[in-house]
């Protein structure tokens, strides 16, 4: 009965590559979130979705594309995948997007680009 | 732009030592504050949070934190850690950038070590 999930939890690939991320959350919350995690511990959001719509879009390289098909799920499409993009991808997801609401997150996927 | 200061990187302990951990942000208006763990291998966790109100904040597993808005700081504690308190611990602030958005704004972290 996992709240937020990531799937994959880890993945490997070579640079040029396009590859995928999947999100779920099963909590009914109308928001969910993309963290980026470095190879420092720092976090920093990417993208927001709220009911399928997006509202947050961080500086982010057009390479990298969400994709929510319901307002349960937020795919994150990286293309052309380059060295700098190896970090943990944090998913994550509230009940709406109010300041104040509590953020819950997924166990991340750790991406490593060679 | 708003930003969140984390002095501390790594904090090493022995069991039943006290604890503070250092958090100070950028911002002058209002502001809502978290405090997330991230034990070994997990994902974050949400320890506590301020909104209003009583500016000392009680969270879960003993863990507490005081918002100073004069020092624009607030340092999480515990009075007495344990081994299980071993992990990674981000303070985090509301940007008020989007108002209908919950934009949150992590620091860059402190590890916490306890020695059994």
């Known amino acids: 009965d996992t709240a937020v999930s990531q799937t994959p939890k880890y993945l490997v690939t070579q640079m040029g590559n396009d590859k995928s991320i999947k999100c779920e959350q099963n909590?009914?919350?109308?928001?969910m979130y993309w963290y980026k995690q470095d190879s420092k511990k720092f976090l920093k959001i990417m993208f927001s979705?709220?009911?399928?719509?997006?509202?947050i879009n961080e500086t982010v390289p057009n390479r990298f594309s969400p994709k929510s098909p319901d307002k349960a799920h937020l795919n994150l499409h990286i293309n052309s995948l380059e060295l700098g993009d190896s970090a943990v991808y944090f998913c994550a997801s509230s009940q709406v997007p109010a300041r104040q609401e509590t953020q819950y997150f997924g166990p991340g996927t750790r991406l490593l680009v060679l | 732009a708003q930003s969140v200061s984390q002095h501390n990187h790594h904090v090493i302990l022995s069991e039943a030592a006290s604890l503070e951990l250092g958090c100070n942000y950028s911002?002058?208006?209002?502001?809502?504050l978290f405090w997330y763990v991230q034990y070994p291998g997990q994902h974050l966790q949400l320890l506590l949070k301020?909104?209003?109100?009583?500016?000392l904040v009680k969270g879960i597993k003993g863990f507490e934190a005081e918002f100073i808005k004069s020092k624009f700081s607030f340092n999480l504690r515990k009075p007495s850690v344990q081994w299980s308190d071993t992990a990674e611990y981000f303070c985090a602030v509301n940007s008020p950038g989007y108002s209908s958005a919950s934009k949150i704004i992590f620091g860059s972290g402190t590890r916490l070590s306890i020695r059994p």
């Open positions: 911002y002058g208006g209002t502001v809502n």
């Open positions: 301020y909104f209003s109100g009583d500016p």
């Open positions: 979705y709220n009911n399928k719509e997006l509202i």
């Open positions: 909590l009914g919350h109308d928001t």
